[in-house]
C-alpha cells in the first residue's frame, strides 16, 4: 500500500478501499458485482497483511449478516456491493438498524432495474438507501463526487456509524468508482472507536435510555458482556417486548439518535450561492457537471450556484429552504428521472425544474447550462 503522504493515482473504489483501512476496519464479506468488484479485489490482497479478515460470502444476504456479526464481536466491519445485490441486502440492513449494530455498506450504483447495466452508471439507488428497508426509520447516506472524496467519506461513514450505532450507506455512482485521479492521501483526520461500557457486565443493558441523549455503548461480543440481540421491537436488554413504552421507546431511540444531531450528521458544499438566484442541486460525479454549468452560467451574466448535498440522507432540507425565498427556481440534474427532484420540491414546491439523464451516460454541463439558461430568460 501507498504512503498516506504520497500523491497518488488511485481510483474511486480503491480509495474506498483504502479509507476503510485507514477507518480501522478489519472485516469485510462480499460477493463480486459490477461496478464495485475492486473493492473486495483490493481488500482480499491487503486486509490479510495487517491481521484483518476477508471473506468472499455465497451471496449479498450472506455478506451483510456476516458484516453484522463481526461488527457485534467488536471490529469495524464493511460490505460493498451495487444494484441487485444492494437489493437483496435490505432485509439484514433493517436488521442492523434495529438492533443498532454499527457496520458501513457501499453502494457503487449502476443501470438497473434488475440487471439493467452492470457497467454504466447511474443514481438510481437514491430512494432505495432510503427506504430500501421495510418500517419507520432514519438512514444516514453519503455521497462522493470524487476519488479523493471516496476515500474521506468512507472514514467518516465509519465514524458516523459507530458514533451512532447504525449502519451508513455510502452511495458512489459507477462514474466516480471507476474515475482515476492523482490525489493526496490525508495526513492527519478524525478517526471514531467505539466506545466501551463503563459499567460492569451484570449492570449492563445494550439498549438504555441514557440521560442526555447519550447513546449505550455497544458491548462486544466474547469479552463478558451477554446480552440479547433480535431484529424485534425489544426493551433495553435487547429481549423482545409488547410493552407499550418500550416498544415506544425502542423505536424513538433508534429515530431520535439521528434527528437530534442533524447538525452533526448533515454536511453540504455551497458553490457561488451568496448572491445566486439560480441553484443546481447536484450530487455524486453530477455535481462536477453542474459545477461547470455554474462556471458557464456566470460567464454568461446569469448569476447561478450550487448546493451539493454530501449527506444525501437525512437529507438537507433545511438549507434549501433558507435560500428558497431568493431563489427564482432550482435546478436538479441527476442520472434518474428525479428522485432528489422530488425532495427538493418539498422544500421548494413550484420553483424546482430537473434534468434527467438514463441511458447510462453523465449529465454533461452543456445539458445543466441550457436549462439553467431556460429558467433565467
Known amino acids: 500500500m ?8 488511485l481510483q474511486g473504489n480503491e480509495a474506498c478501499a483504502m479509507g476503510a483501512l485507514a477507518a480501522g476496519m478489519r472485516f469485510f464479506a462480499g460477493y463480486p458485482i459490477t461496478p464495485s468488484t475492486e473493492i473486495a479485489e483490493f481488500l482480499s490482497a ?3 497483511k495487517i491481521n484483518g479478515n476477508f471473506i468472499q460470502m455465497e451471496d449479498e444476504i450472506s455478506s451483510m449478516g456476516a458484516i453484522i456479526g463481526a461488527s457485534l464481536a467488536g471490529t469495524k466491519s464493511m460490505t460493498a456491493t451495487s444494484g441487485p445485490g444492494f437489493s437483496l441486502m435490505q432485509e439484514n440492513i433493517g436488521f442492523a ?14 443501470g438497473g432495474p434488475s440487471t439493467g447495466m452492470p457497467t454504466r452508471p447511474s443514481q438510481g439507488d437514491v430512494m432505495q438507501s432510503r427506504w430500501g428497508t421495510h418500517g419507520d426509520h432514519p438512514v444516514i447516506a453519503l455521497c462522493p463526487k470524487s476519488v479523493l472524496e471516496c476515500y474521506t467519506l468512507t472514514v467518516r461513514a465509519f465514524n458516523l456509524a459507530e458514533k451512532y450505532r447504525t449502519p451508513v450507506i455510502l452511495l458512489i455512482d459507477g462514474i466516480v468508482g471507476h474515475m482515476w485521479e492523482n490525489i493526496e492521501i490525508p495526513q492527519a483526520f478524525e478517526v471514531t472507536d467505539r466506545a466501551k461500557p463503563t459499567v460492569p457486565p451484570e449492570w449492563y443493558h445494550p439498549y438504555e435510555n441514557l440521560p442526555g441523549g447519550e447513546i449505550t455503548p455497544l458491548a462486544p461480543f466474547g469479552q463478558g458482556y451477554r446480552y440479547h440481540v433480535t431484529g424485534m421491537v425489544h426493551d433495553r436488554s ?5 410493552v407499550h413504552d418500550e416498544v415506544e421507546q425502542c423505536l424513538k431511540s433508534i429515530t431520535n439518535k439521528i434527528k437530534n444531531n442533524l447538525h452533526d ?6 458553490y457561488l450561492l451568496k448572491d445566486a438566484d439560480v441553484c443546481v442541486v447536484a450530487y455524486g460525479s453530477v455535481a462536477r457537471s453542474a459545477r461547470e454549468a455554474v462556471n458557464m452560467a456566470r460567464e454568461e451574466g446569469i448569476k447561478a450556484g450550487m448546493l451539493r448535498p454530501i449527506t444525501l440522507w437525512p437529507f438537507p432540507r433545511f438549507h434549501l429552504e433558507d435560500i428558497a425565498h431568493r431563489m427564482k427556481t432550482f435546478v436538479v440534474p441527476e442520472m434518474n428521472f428525479g428522485q432528489v427532484y422530488g425532495e427538493v420540491l418539498k422544500s421548494s414546491p413550484k420553483k424546482a425544474v430537473r434534468v434527467t439523464r438514463v441511458d447510462g451516460e453523465l449529465v454533461t454541463p452543456d445539458q445543466i447550462f441550457s436549462k439553467i439558461q431556460e429558467v433565467s430568460s
Open 2 to 9: 501507498n504512503k498516506r503522504n504520497e500523491e497518488v493515482l
Open 46 to 48: 491487503e486486509l490479510p
Open 97 to 110: 438498524s434495529m438492533a443498532e449494530v454499527p457496520c458501513v455498506v457501499v453502494n457503487v450504483m449502476r
Open 238 to 242: 435487547g429481549f423482545p417486548t409488547l
Open 265 to 270: 450528521i448533515i454536511d453540504i458544499e455551497e
